[in-house]
């Protein structure tokens, strides 16, 4: 009992979309001093173009990508945790392109499978974000969310909004298309989460996009 206290352990949470040098990455971490990184560039996966499902990325997924040339690498130190609970830090992935990426941890720095401890999350680095009231998704009136630039917190005017309804194992279906006004608000008619499903949100403006998963 007394080895498990004392064993290493850290866990990573990540947001789903965030702008440049944002402390997108939450580390869960005990009996650990320092934390690798290695990013990796992921194929675009527009959301509504294939069923909604989460494979998750365990070590059968990751080790093909570890094959590959990652596009960062960095490593963090840890602070203590004598108490031997879990202590929370967060991580800015010096990430500056656009795109969606694989953060690969890695207790070892030589990012082996053996004695090792090997985790991975995805984040999508957007310079469209979007706003939403914590209760997007749970009520039954109108939504609205806003469209903001992530390098400068302003409101986009203009963009694409697009509501979905997504089961698991189903493909999502559009069910409401919309414009962001002068305040960078998209106002949707209605809800339609609940009952076993979720909502999303899409955003397009040029060439650029944003999205948000609402609660199932």
Not at 88 to 98: E, V
Not at 177 to 199: M, N, P
């Amino acid at each position: 009992e007394r080895e498990s206290i004392e064993a290493p352990s850290y866990g990573l949470e990540s947001m789903i979309v965030d702008g440049a040098r944002q402390r997108s990455v939450t580390i869960a971490h005990r009996n650990l001093a320092r934390l690798h990184f290695r990013a990796f560039k992921l194929a675009p996966e527009p959301f509504g173009s294939k069923i909604v499902e989460w494979q998750g990325w365990n070590e059968e997924r990751i080790r093909p990508i570890l094959r590959q040339a990652p596009v960062a690498s960095w490593s963090i130190d840890l602070p203590a945790t004598p108490d031997y609970r879990n202590n929370r830090s967060y991580n800015s992935p010096p990430l500056d392109g656009r795109g969606r990426y694989l953060i690969v941890a890695s207790a070892l720095p030589g990012f082996g499978t053996s004695k090792n401890q090997l985790q991975a999350v995805e984040l999508r680095r957007a310079e469209l974000l979007m706003l939403r009231d914590p209760s997007f998704g749970a009520g039954q009136e109108s939504e609205i969310v806003r469209a903001i630039a992530g390098s400068t917190g302003r409101p986009i005017a203009g963009a694409e909004a697009l509501l979905y309804r997504w089961e698991w194992e189903k493909k999502p279906v559009l069910v409401e298309r919309v414009t962001t006004d002068a305040q960078g608000l998209a106002r949707f008619a209605r809800s339609t989460g609940g009952e076993g499903r979720g909502i999303a949100v899409v955003l397009r403006h040029g060439d650029r996009d944003g999205r948000h998963l609402g609660d199932d």
